[in-house]
């Protein structure tokens, strides 16, 4: 089964490791340092998605009642180290920007995005739909996980960013703004959750839970129980 692990917080962290010479000088010149262009190459497409980071998205988990479940992204994403990039340098060559127009084509020839295109300066516009057998994880930019359990419960959740993390994120100039809506079968129940708004009268006009994600510290959590279908 395909697996889209974007693991972002990773990265961020990892690239003034990586790449020293770009986040430790305030001015660099074409000959003294390798060009974004190289960079990508080298670190290659499992370093590309790697560094995608969710902006403005509207997204949305249907949980049936057997535990099958569909995931659906629709909005943007940027590269971080492209954003960081450009925090020092303010722009990409030509070569570069095709690079990124390639990466966008790349996403969806591998499956890894239903519609993929490059918007410029390392943002993209993605549509990602998924759908999972009972039993089946998902992860995808570390804003969403889903993990199935053998007692029957599923559990919506995404790791903690740090504050070194939140830090270089808002730095870089990214911002998130998006909404993450669950909708959970009849034979659901509910043990815990922390989203930001739940269906009214008990459920009665529907059983759909959102969160309004504005900040990188507001992480989605739900964790139910599927009984057994009568």
């Known amino acids: 089964q395909r697996t889209l692990n ?15 010479r770009i986040f430790s000088k305030p001015n660099l010149s074409p000959r003294n340092t390798r ?76 499956g890894e995005a239903k519609q993929a295109s490059y918007l410029g300066q390392g943002r993209y516009k993605l549509l990602v739909e998924d759908e999972r057998k009972p039993g089946q994880a998902f992860e995808l930019f570390d804003t969403f996980r889903v993990i199935p359990a053998t007692d029957s419960t599923i559990t919506i959740t995404s790791d903690k960013i740090d504050e070194k993390s939140k830090k270089e994120l808002v730095s870089i100039g990214i911002k998130i703004d998006g909404t993450l809506d669950v909708s959970l079968p009849d034979n659901a129940e ?33 964790k139910i129980r599927l009984r057994p279908e009568s």
């Open 6 to 20: 974007f693991s972002s917080r990773t990265i961020i962290q990892m690239l003034p490791v990586i790449f020293p």
């Open 35 to 110: 060009s974004l262009r190289t960079i990508l190459f080298v670190a290659g497409m499992l370093l590309l998605a790697g560094c995608l980071v969710p902006e403005t998205f509207e997204s949305n988990i249907e949980i049936r009642p057997d535990g099958s479940y569909v995931f659906r992204y629709s909005g943007t994403v940027v590269h971080a180290m492209v954003a960081a990039h450009l925090k020092k340098s303010r722009r990409l060559s030509a070569a570069d920007e095709k690079e990124m127009r390639e990466a966008a084509a790349e996403m969806t020839r591998k």
């Open 190 to 222: 509910v043990i815990e959750h922390n989203a930001t708004k739940t269906p009214r009268l008990f459920g009665l006009l529907g059983s759909t839970y959102r969160w309004e994600i504005g900040q990188f510290d507001q992480r989605p959590f739900m």
